[in-house]
């Protein structure tokens, strides 16, 4: 029988390479996502950030917590 199996959406907040920080010296966004991949070091992500709306940057790899998430379903557990 065939098991449905989803794959977790590209998020960029599930990015590896996202640095999550607050610059205060912007006081009505201090928010700033910065991408530390080698190819854009400390310029913004390129997001977006809205719930399930996939990244694409062809740059995304998957958090610790992501790959977790992807080796569990490639086991087949997840
Ligand atoms: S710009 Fe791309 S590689 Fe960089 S943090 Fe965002 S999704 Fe990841």
Redesign the pocket.
Known sequence: MFEERHTPQRL?VD????HRTLDSSVRDDPYR?I???IV?DG?N???PFLENIE?E?Q???PNARMAARLAQIESGSG
């Open positions: 960029a990015c590896r390479w996202l996502m991408c530390q991949h854009r310029a992500c390129v997001g990244t940057c740059l995304w790899e």
